[in-house]
């Protein structure tokens, strides 16, 4: 059973930083690529970042490249992502998951920005 458990999310302000970590199990992790995704309140899920399974190479959509970085550690079945400058429209709830939609996804962690 595919299961995906995220945390690391809470309240900063503007400016700060905070690390969100997931930890997979029921499935072959080094065998995946690894996605983060988010859900603002009122609006659709929306890809974050990627990483592919061996961990050579990342993508980020262009709201967060340059303040995002996103690793795994595959010994640890355990996908990162460090969040920098954050702003108020990164508050959502953010999402580790299997594939760019979504469609596979943990409870997810809250991270809210704000002064």
């Known amino acids: 059973q595919v299961q995906l458990v995220e945390s690391g999310g809470g309240l900063v302000q503007p400016g700060g930083s905070l690390t969100l970590a997931c930890v997979a199990s029921g499935f072959a992790f080094d065998n995946y690529w690894m996605y983060w995704v988010r859900q603002a309140p009122g609006k659709e899920l929306e890809w974050v970042s990627t990483?592919?399974?061996?961990?050579?190479?990342?993508f980020y959509d262009d709201s967060v490249r340059g303040r995002f970085n996103i690793s795994r550690d595959n010994a640890k079945n355990t996908v990162f992502l460090q969040m920098n400058n954050l702003k108020s429209e990164d508050t959502a709830l953010y999402y580790c998951a299997r594939d760019k939609y979504g469609n596979e996804r943990g409870q997810g962690t809250q991270v809210t920005v704000s002064s």
């Open positions: 990483i592919v399974s061996n961990g050579a190479y990342t």
